[in-house]
């Protein structure tokens, strides 16, 4: 008799002297772990996201030269990506991004002289160029009026035109002066005067048309142009043109989507371990992560209030608090309450840190350390998970922690009660969402731009 043979003889065995009727229960056998997992995911519209189409390699190549040129700053000193280094996720690592007027003898830029932190964490661009509705911390550039009817601060300015959000949102940081465009009395770093810093806020047709007179005046982007767009006369062209190709290179380059989780929800069983798998049960159950961080993207299509730490200049009224999409500045549609943000898409998230808007925690661990008990985490919170430079402005006192408090999202107000080994298996689970290829973008990175400015951060 074969092994197996006998191990079900034995079980039919052991069933049959168990009733005292010399009748046969059968045994019941829990749900493999495979099996709870693949319940636990049913309601929350995960599913593997397909690789988006291929754009035009011409409209991808003029965009990958955009990206990476400092011709679109005011000084000519930061580019697209000096915030969004394909060498640190497309993020910059920092909490608080550094623009325009930066000091960058090394690796790290730092703060020049009358220059101010940006008050965000700079967000990555893996979500991003999966198209979400909202975009920016506090989604203040959205397609939620519908189809090219994109809600940008410019309002009525944002020229027709745009082929998405993503486009739409790369109109914007050339118009803010701590970001890319600079400050009046500002000289690039040849020297001339800024002409874009001379601007007023308000005035964003005239800044995209100057950017345009800088980037036209370059032959070599004329030529990329004309290739991208043949049917568009060159005095026709406006910056729309040149955010649909920023656009195009962002999706066809930072669009990563095969992790292994994405590789498990195609059916193969093999492609979480275990530890993963226990994290998965955690993220779509007891964690309740997946109530906030659902769909196609994990997350990235609403806000939420979670009490992240307040640190950094904070914006507009409220400084030097930041209040997110609560900020009344903001008009379009939902208002919410304070210390609202976007629910950041989770895909590649493992590569993403420091995390939070403010970048407030430096890992995966910690984040999840604030999610269970976040009243505890906030009260207690670490200054020395900041940079040094950053602590003084550390918000930790009892006025805005009992703001934030106040205002945390329901869902999020009871402790979770994960123990030590729950948190290490979710951690797993949020490290399956990595894309390998994701881990080393170096590859999409020019040896050199048009204008000849340096192809550095």
């Known amino acids: 008799m074969s092994s ?18 010399g009748a046969v229960t059968p045994v019941e056998t829990s749900p493999s772990l495979d099996a709870q997992v693949r319940q636990a995911l049913n309601g929350w519209g995960v599913v593997p996201i397909l690789p988006p ?8 190549d003029l965009g990958r030269s955009l990206f990476f040129d400092k011709i679109l700053s005011g000084n000519r000193d930061v580019s697209c990506s000096s915030c969004h280094k394909p060498s640190t996720g497309t993020g910059d690592g920092l909490s608080l991004a550094i623009g325009t007027g930066a000091l960058r003898t090394g690796a790290t830029p730092t703060l020049g002289e009358g220059r ?12 991003a160029s999966l198209r979400p ?19 940008t601060p410019a309002g009525a300015a944002l020229p027709t035109g745009l082929a998405s959000v993503l486009a739409a949102q790369a109109m914007i940081p050339v118009t803010n002066r701590v970001e890319m465009r600079g400050i009046p009395g500002d000289h690039d770093v040849f020297g001339n005067a800024n002409e874009l810093a001379v601007l007023a806020d308000s005035q964003y047709a005239a800044i995209w048309s ?10 070599a982007y004329v030529q990329k142009f004309n290739a991208a767009y043949p049917s568009v006369p060159v005095g026709q062209l406006g910056f729309q043109h040149a955010a649909n190709a920023i656009a195009a290179f962002e999706v066809a380059s930072f669009a990563r989507t095969n992790s292994a989780f994405d590789r498990y929800l195609a059916r193969d069983d ?12 955690l993220f779509f159950g007891k964690a309740r992560c997946s109530q906030c961080h659902n769909g196609p993207m994990i997350g990235g299509q609403f806000f939420a209030s979670v009490a992240a730490p307040q640190v950094g200049p904070g914006i507009a009224a409220s400084a030097p608090l930041d209040v997110g999409r609560g900020d009344p500045s903001i008009v379009t549609q939902p208002q919410l309450p304070k210390f609202f943000f976007r629910i950041p898409p989770l895909r590649n998230v493992e590569l993403t840190a420091p995390y939070m808007h403010d970048g407030v925690y430096p890992t995966l661990e910690a984040v999840v350390r604030h999610y269970n008990n976040v009243d505890s985490a906030v009260k207690a919170y670490d200054v020395s998970q900041l940079d040094p430079s950053l602590r003084s402005s550390y918000h930790g006192d009892a006025a805005t922690i009992s703001q934030l408090l106040s205002s945390l999202d329901g869902r999020l107000r009871p402790p979770l009660g994960l123990t030590a080994d729950e948190q290490r298996h979710l951690v797993a689970f949020l490290k399956s969402l990595t894309d390998p290829s994701a881990r080393d973008l170096n590859g999409v990175t020019p040896a050199a731009v048009p204008s000849g400015l340096p192809v550095s951060p």
């Open 270 to 281: 093999n492609a979480l371990s275990v530890d993963a798998k226990r994290g998965a049960l």
């Open 116 to 127: 101010q932190l940006t008050p965000r964490n700079a967000a990555p661009l893996f979500g």
């Open 4 to 21: 197996h043979s006998l191990r079900g003889l034995l079980i039919v065995l052991v069933a049959t002297a168990a009733c005292g009727d």
């Open 133 to 151: 509705f909202y975009l920016f911390w506090d989604g203040r550039v959205s397609d939620f009026g519908g189809q090219s009817n994109f809600a």
């Open 210 to 219: 100057a950017l345009m007179r800088r980037v036209l005046a370059v032959n």
């Open 53 to 60: 189409s291929a754009p035009d390699p011409a409209l991808v």
